[in-house]
């Protein structure tokens, strides 16, 4: 009888963003997906101030900030170690011990430092197997303003915006609050570049709103994104799947219990309601789906993605909203509920994206790094 050998899967949740609390929630629901018999998990958990933390029960630890028994970990950042190693005190200093191999690390780290390419850089650095998208679709998808910008040079459909900077808001916030108007008539939404989950998000319908969402927003990043408020949408989502063939998922749609999607109907009350998949007509659902894998080529994306759009619900236009390459994964999340409802199990989807981490693995060991001089 021959026997497969189980992979070493390091599952890596928390961060230092405005997103810890989600990547938790998402990470519990990753961990009860991986099969123990095909996987030997390690849980690490990044805390607030960045130190990356192992032990027994890592997600429990988290989740009630008692991590004081944990240990101190680190991913090396040379491919000849490919190896996590723990920091361990003695009478001579701190000293690096080898844990254990990693065979593909697994993020579940939603925005700032997980979800923009800067842990995705460490990885590329370790040569080491990662799901999901690189550093490039990474730090593309990350930040909206480029993002847009992306799009907008591939002829996708995209709702107006501007970026405005922190100094800016900060100098003259008279200016900037103009030159926001100047984007649409209210409603105005205004939301930090780099970040999700709804996360500093405000819909402004006055001056008064502005100015608040505009200071809100500065407080998560130094860009700031402002964005005409499409003024009677549906909100379609697509999950996206695969590296150099992804493939989408059905339409699914959101039914937002408040002004917005905000984060309290995502994650904290779990009130918005979810259709899925989305009642819309063939064509309409087909063209969302062409322009999500559009998205998902265009910034190099992979692994997975869940492709946002807004459908103006009296002139039937289709625009891209945003595109996040580590979707939320919670019990209630729309990511994997589109794949279960196109055929893909939790558990199933799990294991896809960490073959294609391999696959994305093998691709990229095929690149020389060293020159060779023709004849």
């Keep these: 009888m021959t026997t497969t050998k189980k992979l070493n899967i390091a599952v890596i949740f928390g961060g230092r963003s405005g997103e810890h609390e989600v990547s938790l929630m998402s ?48 991913v090396p950042s040379e491919p000849s170690r490919s190896a996590l190693y723990g920091l361990r005190s003695t009478k001579i200093g701190e000293k690096f011990e080898t844990l254990t191999t990693i065979d593909v690390y697994f993020p579940v780290l939603h925005g700032t430092f997980g979800e923009d390419g800067t842990i995705q850089g460490l990885f590329e650095l370790a040569d080491a197997a990662y799901v999901g998208a690189g550093v490039l679709g990474s730090s593309v998808g990350m930040d909206k303003g480029v993002f847009k910008d992306v799009m907008r040079a591939n002829n996708i459909p995209i709702v107006e915006s501007i970026i405005v900077l922190r100094s800016q808001i900060e100098k003259d916030i008279n200016a900037v609050i103009e030159q926001a108007e100047k984007v649409s008539a209210y409603p105005i939404f ?7 989950s709804s996360v500093g998000v405000t819909k402004c319908r006055t001056r008064g709103d502005l100015g608040e969402g505009l200071m809100e927003a500065a407080l998560y990043d130094r860009r700031v994104l402002v964005e005409r408020g499409v003024a009677n949408p549906r909100e379609i989502e697509v999950s996206v799947l695969g590296n150099d063939e992804p493939k989408a998922s059905v339409p699914g749609e959101v039914l937002p219990s408040r002004e917005f999607y905000s984060y309290e109907s995502k994650y904290v009350d779990g009130t918005s309601g979810l259709l899925i998949p989305a009642p819309l007509p063939e ?22 993605a869940r492709v946002d759009f807004f459908l103006d619900k009296d002139s039937g236009e289709i625009q891209l909203n945003e595109l996040n390459t580590i979707p939320g994964f919670t019990g209630i999340s729309m990511y994997p509920k589109l ?24 691709e990229r060991d095929r690149t020389s790094h060293t020159f060779r001089r023709r004849a």
């Design 339 to 362: 794949w279960q409802a196109s055929g893909m199990s939790y558990p199933q989807l799990a294991e896809r994206l960490i073959e294609l981490a391999m696959e994305r693995k093998a």
């Design 27 to 74: 990470a519990r629901s990753v961990l009860a997906a991986l099969d123990p018999s095909k996987y030997t998990v390690t849980q690490i958990g990044i805390t607030h101030e960045g130190k990356m933390l192992t032990g027994e029960d890592v997600i429990g630890a988290f989740e009630s900030g008692k991590m004081n028994d944990l240990d101190r970990v680190i």
């Design 283 to 304: 064509e309409t659902a087909a063209r969302i789906q062409e322009l999500a894998v559009r998205a998902f080529k265009a910034i190099d994306c992979a692994g997975m």
């Design 190 to 196: 205004i939301k930090p570049a780099n970040l999700g």
